[in-house]
């Protein structure tokens, strides 16, 4: 029964690798919409308590720590689906998707969850 129920996991994972890989990352510069956009530098403000102040930061492309882009984060989501941890962030996570390599936009793809 457990090799049943791996094999099960397994499969869904490879579904959701499938359906789901590139589509949940995102650019730490939020003017870019695009992975290959996503190089060079940034001007980042940063408000402390008295002052606003830019500094210059290396854009880098962001992906969730358990998502989809491969079978064995793919597990590592469903089991913390199936275990009731996180399981909002990762049905949200996954209505903000968008594109192929495109930034994660609020909303965009509200059908997926379902």
Known sequence: ILCFCIFVWFMFAVIGVQLMKGRLGMCNDSDIDFKHQCVGTFEANITTAFELTSITRDRVWLTPESG?????????????IALGDGWADQMYRAMDSSG???SVKPGESTSWPL
Do not use: I
């Open 68 to 80: 989809y882009d491969n079978v064995g984060d793919a597990m590592l989501s469903l089991w913390q």
């Open 100 to 102: 192929l390599d495109e």
